[in-house]
């Protein structure tokens, strides 16, 4: 079918984000965007596209974020038009090198060719990679995540195609030698930090607690002599962070417990306090209000998190604490990308997976709870599942 006007090309040029009403719109354009490439490619565009042009703009990304060309490039002159002997003086690159890579860079819309012969001019994504949560979210991915994918096949094919369940023996392993908790805390403290900051970089499209949940209702019968909000395993403390912007006055105390290695990269107000702490032994913090947990149990098998809601649960006060898990309630038949990339990327990480409605609601029972409701914010993926022990 021709496209009305014929030229479909500069129809195509002409669709931007403002071209979609809502922001639900535009993620449905972006999956219709995908479907549309192999619609026009043939097929060796398509499987020369996946493993010969992604890989080479990848690394090269990879290689400009080593040598800080982006922040450099704005520095320089905002990131507007710049040869690659120009860029070369700020970095230990070769110019011929660099004019290499900027040239593939061009041809794939990360950065793009200027009128100038031979000149270059920055994208906003190529800009975006010098904010510290999107750069810290491209090098733990590309380091850590590009690598284990590469080794999945062969970590499958000699486990001989068997769904993986066992923490200890993942693709991680198979790859990296060891477990991704033990790279960060033991081999590679700093990357404790990136992971940190790459949590913070998906905060635009995980959803909140405070917006997406009636966090008031639970709040009026907080008792306020007893803690009000934990947030378990909460990294930096960015979701309390946005619950105290929320509630400025809380009725009651807000705690962020996560590792040590990781806490030490909080900034947080004064009224929140961290608390180092672990996922394996019992809870410290009795009969608060709220304990709140997002995107940590999609991190572990069922039995772990059986361990872990077995923990939380001995500081519950019956009848009173609630449990709010934020995470993706998969929908098992026609997930999102979303859901399914994340799914293969757990199993790969640590042979943990995202979880159905079902999933989800026999995990909590085996760990001794009871799910009160599940709502999912509008067009969104991310639900929060309240549940109380039984
Ligand atoms: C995927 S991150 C989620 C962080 C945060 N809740 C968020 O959504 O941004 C998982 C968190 O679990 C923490 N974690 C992993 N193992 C832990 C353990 N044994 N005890 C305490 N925290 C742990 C990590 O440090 C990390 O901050």
Not at 26 to 39: G, P
Not at 44 to 73: C, H, N
Not at 271 to 294: C, K, N, R, S, W
Not at 354 to 368: F, H, I, N, S
Request: a negative charge; aromatic letters at 8%.
């Amino acid at each position: 079918m021709t496209a009305a006007g014929g030229d479909v090309a500069a129809q195509l040029k002409a669709i931007d984000k403002s071209s979609c009403p809502s922001d639900a719109e535009r993620k449905r354009a972006v999956e219709e965007a995908r479907a549309l490439l192999l619609r026009l490619e043939t097929p060796v565009d398509t499987a020369l596209r996946l493993v010969w042009e992604y890989p080479t703009i990848v690394s090269g990304i990879r290689t400009m974020t080593q040598l800080d060309l982006f922040r450099k490039w704005s520095a320089l002159n905002g990131g507007v038009s710049a040869s690659a002997e120009e860029l070369a003086k700020s970095t230990s690159c070769d110019p011929v090198l660099l004019l290499r890579i900027l040239r593939n860079l061009a041809t794939s819309n990360i950065i793009s060719f200027d009128d100038k012969p031979g000149f270059f001019k920055m994208t906003p994504f190529s800009s975006s990679l010098t904010t510290p949560e999107i750069e810290a979210t491209f090098g733990m991915l590309c380091d850590f995540h590009m690598a284990i994918f590469l080794g999945v096949p062969d970590f499958l094919k000699q486990k001989g195609y068997v769904n993986p369940v066992n923490k200890t023996d993942t693709a991680f392993r198979h790859v990296h030698g060891t477990d991704i908790m033990d790279l960060i805390t033991q081999k590679h403290p700093e990357f404790a930090a990136n992971m940190a900051l790459s949590m913070k970089a998906i905060l635009p499209f995980r959803g909140s607690l405070t917006e997406d949940f009636p966090v008031d209702e639970i709040i009026a019968q907080a008792d306020p002599t007893g803690p009000l909000f934990v947030d378990v395993a909460g990294a930096i403390g960015h979701d309390t962070a946005a619950f105290f912007a929320k509630y400025p006055q809380p009725k009651g105390r807000l705690i962020v417990q996560d590792m040590a290695e990781v806490l030490a990269g909080a900034k947080l107000d004064p009224a929140i306090e961290t608390m180092t702490f672990d996922l394996f032994a019992p809870q410290p913090v009795q009969g608060a209000a709220m304990y709140y947990m997002h995107n940590v149990l999609h991190d572990w098998t069922d039995s772990d998190v059986v361990k872990i809601l077995t923990n939380l649960k001995s500081a519950m006060r019956k009848g009173y604490s609630r449990l709010l898990v934020h995470e993706l309630v998969v929908d098992s038949y026609r997930p999102n990308s979303l859901a399914s990339v994340s799914d293969v990327s757990m199993m790969a990480i640590a042979n943990s997976k995202e979880r159905t409605d079902k999933d989800w609601r026999a995990v909590l029972a085996d760990g001794g709870f009871e799910v009160v409701r599940i709502v999912t914010a509008p067009g969104g993926s991310f639900s929060i599942i309240e549940a109380i022990p039984t």
